[in-house]
């Protein structure tokens, strides 16, 4: 385990119910993530781990339930007793905290990939251009990126754009990154590059709640493994051990299968 928890709370997501239509997506969702912590999401196609990825950062409104990062609840205010929904100019700001890569990359096709990592310091937190670009730098030698910094998406493998995004999203200096299937849509030769960045993030101290099909990522790195089936977390325990001897016999199913 590469993560440095500590007892200090940095989600917390309470009673979350979610419905799309008549699909009710989430079902009672409840656990946390420590400061320092990984926790690897795991479960099969429709169980609700994507919606759960855009609830916690308000995307998608949740339809009942408690989410709150950094102490601090996510999308809503309360006041005199009930439950008011933000507006999006605060919700947006609440997000700065949370970093989120996706599938798909979603780089800037008009920039480079260093103009992409300075767009929010810059645009959002309004930083200087020049920091930025300094910070940008670096961001980019972390993921191993220097070489390419002035490359446009057209130019970048999936992997070297799934890098920049990774950098892009750390640029935003959030105290939360969470991973949404992040080499779900690469080629299988290009997946080791973008996991080796993510154990390299994991390294530095960051918080990550990863959604990943990847077991031996998630038993390399992860501390701690939740399994989601059909919206609801039907185990949450010490990586090594849901991997190893699930107490759950959907666990054991769904890890013979993936394996």
């Known amino acids: 385990m590469m993560g440095a928890?500590?007892?200090?709370?940095?989600?917390?997501?309470?009673?979350?119910?979610?419905?799309?239509?008549?699909?009710?997506v989430l079902r009672g969702v409840d656990f946390i993530v420590r400061t320092g912590e990984i926790v690897c999401v795991l479960g099969p196609s429709g169980s609700g781990k994507?919606?759960?990825?855009?609830?916690?950062?308000?995307?998608?409104?949740?339809?009942?339930?408690?989410?709150?990062?950094?102490?601090k609840r996510i999308g809503?205010?309360?006041?005199?007793?009930?439950?008011y929904e933000r507006d999006e100019r605060a919700v947006a700001k609440a997000r700065q905290h949370i970093?989120?890569?996706?599938?798909?990359?979603?780089?800037?096709?008009?920039?480079?990939?260093l103009e992409n990592v300075?767009?929010?310091?810059?645009?959002?937190?309004?930083?200087?251009?020049?920091?930025?670009?300094?910070?940008?730098r670096d961001l980019l030698a972390l993921v191993g990126m220097t070489e390419r910094a002035e490359a446009y998406p057209s130019q970048l493998s999936g992997g070297q754009q799934q890098r920049a995004a990774i950098a892009r999203a750390l640029a935003m200096e959030p105290r939360l990154m969470m991973f949404d299937e992040?080499?779900?849509?690469?080629?299988?030769?290009?997946?080791?590059?973008?996991?080796a960045t993510m154990r390299k993030v994991a390294d530095?101290?960051?918080?990550?709640?990863?959604?990943?099909?990847e077991i031996g990522f998630a038993r390399e790195v992860a501390d701690r493994v939740v399994f989601m089936d059909q919206g609801r977390v039907v185990e949450d325990g010490p990586a090594r051990d849901v991997l190893d001897n699930p107490a759950h016999e959907r666990t054991a199913?769904?890890?013979?299968?993936?394996r």
């Open 182 to 195: 992040p080499t779900s849509a690469l080629d299988p030769e290009l997946v080791g590059e973008v996991l």
């Open 253 to 258: 199913t769904f890890l013979r299968r993936v």
């Open 5 to 24: 928890a500590t007892t200090d709370t940095m989600l917390k997501i309470e009673g979350v119910n979610k419905w799309l239509g008549d699909n009710h």
């Open 118 to 136: 300075i767009y929010g310091p810059v645009k959002i937190l309004k930083r200087p251009r020049r920091e930025s670009i300094d910070k940008a």
């Open 76 to 83: 809503y205010e309360l006041r005199g007793g009930v439950l």
């Open 50 to 71: 994507s919606t759960l990825l855009r609830c916690i950062n308000h995307l998608d409104p949740v339809d009942g339930g408690i989410i709150e990062v950094a102490g």
């Open 99 to 113: 970093g989120m890569v996706f599938q798909h990359f979603n780089l800037f096709g008009h920039m480079t990939a």
């Open 204 to 213: 530095e101290g960051m918080t990550m709640l990863v959604v990943t099909h």
